[in-house]
């Protein structure tokens, strides 16, 4: 169910892998953090502060990923990119 006001859509929960020889999340579209990376993001993917993020985004893709469980939660292809 997509929700209009923030444009996050809920995914099956899904563990992130990691990348094959270096210690990095690798996003089920091939993203890394040397590539484009993830950004600190709301629950429903809209970009926020580093300080305290409890979950970030694939700035590929568009999946948030919940940090402590490096689980992958939903996907906001259209975030509120507020100031940063």
Not at 44 to 53: E, R, V
Request: proline share 4%.
């Amino acid at each position: 169910m997509k929700s209009l006001k923030t444009g996050f859509n809920p995914l099956e929960r899904e563990e992130m892998n990691y990348h094959e020889y270096l210690d990095y999340w690798v996003c089920k579209c091939g993203n890394f953090e040397k590539m484009k990376g993830f950004n600190a993001s709301t629950k429903y993917g809209n970009l926020i502060s580093p300080i305290g993020a409890e979950y970030c985004r694939c700035e590929q893709c568009g999946r948030v990923i919940e940090i402590h469980s490096h689980t992958i939660i939903g996907i906001n292809l259209t975030p509120d990119r507020g100031r940063f």
